[in-house]
């Protein structure tokens, strides 16, 4: 992982290729700083959404930019790069696909210049796909993986950190080869494994999927995705996912091996299922978790109010008079008890103002 | 599955042994329609917390209750039960535990008048544990399993019929193999994927972890369970669980197979593996999905308003001022224009006057 430098690039002009979510979300975050944003599908529904949501506009012939953004299917990009290149549309090409040594090897393959061409990979998104899920504040916070390679030129790299940094992302340079294993630990098997549990699911009965709950639906939830794009991400990333599967796939059959000697009335197997379950527990504390669901760049400033109406909209009404934009509201009851706690999330920067506010209509504020 | 008859029985005094996340939600519910409820716990600590909260007082000797409820571990349920009866503490017995058929097996093992036991399950829950947890609402519109068996009196039956009813819960009957059959698929499969999938995180960098997203995040959720709860419970329901685990795992190893191929560069593993993604979409396509989060019972109303300060505050002001309280509001900003979507969840009795209160302000009310 190399060091973030400060070499911000100045870009004016980016021509994004691809409408869906990614490309839409870039185009929409880049449009908020006032970058013109240039927007190319092949779908021209897709293209025609995105543009009504304001993500870009269509490229004149002979234009050239700072950077073209491949938001399009892994498999696309090296031929889509090729293209690109010889065309001579942009100063520096990158990608956003979320398997990144495979594009890289198939791009040095097709002999696309390796010194403009820096991959990339904004870490966000959403189980829904398409520009009309598309949000500016998408890669707010979030990482946005550089994959250069050795031979990629240093300008080539800080117009990509640029980019990232453009969208309110946080740029993190890492060997396409590292990203791919990382990748297939925190993304791509949580999601073959989702779409395997809920697999299980095909052959029951409507009373057994009544009794699901909340577990069941966090746990399928990106099950949802579309398995085209999902099999092509997965393919392009098989060696890595190979591998965890692997290890998750043994764990899983010895945790087997412990249920069916329970089931045969042995207890001594309660310890193993026990260690297996703590493992996950140690697991799940490594997971960064957003209390609530404030997009990161925004904080969460609890107030206690009474659980009576009109009191949220007293609390919502000062902060108008004051100006405050509150991003999103969550409201917690306390049962047994006539108070509530109501989560307002506001941009950091806001935060302190919002606290003095509260306090001066005689609110508490717990931060 | 017996079909739901109307034989309501008046419950004015219940005891709940147990001041857990359940127990105590119980509690709080049952206060909430004026329902006597006394509670015990051998935690001193979290007794006098489940109390505080309003939950229940203490019993008196001699007290004499329509339903004893064990809120208690599965592995404790038949020595309390023949404990309880020799103490004639009840008219009716019953418990909430999420494995039905271990419990049932053991009380008849230990003589336990199985005319006066009807086994319970309120499917709800929260990964968090304890009475600090506890809702009143916790169980409004979830399924509460009753799993009488032939010696059940009917009048007992009638007895959990109407603390499920109570409690706002829709009753559900079922014999317990059939319960834990379908549990073992919609909740102990999935809590143990979840383990098993947060436990491959243990090894991670935290460069690694740092790169996990919502995906990660909701998948690995329950694996925050506490590990020796869920021992119990899955040990009780080891049988129809290791049958749902083997399928998995046969399921698993066959896609690692595929994943191996496509790594080894045989693309015609592509096929298979969007097949099983496929099976996984038409799978989630079966779980019951709230959209937000709107506890059932309530609706939820979308409002379309202007991005600016104040205007949410000017629809709840003008709710507060119609007295319609509502229970939670959700925020959807929509990028590239200048309005927003408020999701307001209010009682479904109250859903027309809301509609007519916002149309008659002006704004645009979806439904």
Chains 1, 2 share one sequence.
């Not at 087997?256 to 309660?270: E, F, H, I, K």
């Not at 509201?329 to 006539?338: K, L, N, Q």
Request: glycine share 10%.
């Amino acid at each position: 992982m190399r060091a973030q430098g400060g070499s911000e690039r100045l870009l004016e002009r980016v021509l994004v290729i691809g409408a869906g979510l990614i490309g839409t979300s870039i185009g929409l975050a880049l449009r908020q700083r006032a970058i013109e944003v240039y927007l190319q599908d092949t779908a021209p529904g897709r293209l025609a959404l995105a543009r009504e949501l304001g993500a870009g506009v269509p490229p004149r012939d002979g234009d050239v930019f700072d950077v073209v953004v491949l938001a399009i299917p892994p498999s696309a990009i090296a031929v889509e790069l090729q293209r690109a290149q010889r065309l001579g549309l942009g100063r520096t090409y990158t990608d956003v696909a979320s398997a990144k040594a495979e594009p890289e090897r198939e791009a040095e393959l097709l002999g696309v210049d390796m010194r403009r061409y820096v991959g990339g990979h904004p870490v966000a998104g959403r189980e829904r796909s398409g520009p009309a899920a598309a949000h500016a504040d998408l890669f707010v916070g979030r990482p946005w993986v550089i994959t250069s390679t050795p031979n990629a030129a240093d300008d080539a790299v800080a117009d990509v950190r640029s980019l990232a940094e453009a969208c309110g992302a946080v740029p993190v340079e890492m060997s396409a080869d590292v990203h791919d294993a990382a990748l297939a630990t925190v993304s791509h098997l949580p999601h073959l494994v989702a779409a395997l549990l809920a697999a299980q699911l095909t052959g029951s009965t409507d009373a057994t999927v009544g009794l699901g709950g909340t577990g069941l639906q966090d746990t399928t939830r990106v099950a949802a995705g579309d398995p085209d794009l999902w099999t092509q991400i997965l393919a392009a990333n098989a060696g890595h996912l190979a591998a965890v599967l692997g290890q998750f796939a043994d764990d899983v059959q010895r945790t087997l091996v412990d249920l069916r000697r329970l089931a045969d009335g042995d207890r001594s197997a309660a310890a193993a299922l026990t260690g297996t379950l703590r493992q996950g527990v140690a697991g799940r504390a490594r997971v960064p978790v957003k209390r609530g669901q404030p997009a990161a760049g925004f904080v969460t400033v609890p107030i206690v109010v009474r659980d009576a109406p009109g009191e949220l909209a007293a609390v919502l009404r000062a902060l108008g008079d004051a100006g405050i934009n509150v991003e999103d509201v969550r409201v917690e009851h306390e049962p047994g008890r006539a108070r509530g706690v109501v989560e307002l999330d506001v941009r950091e920067e806001a935060a302190s103002a919002l606290i003095a506010c509260m306090n001066a209509a005689g609110w508490e504020v717990y931060t």
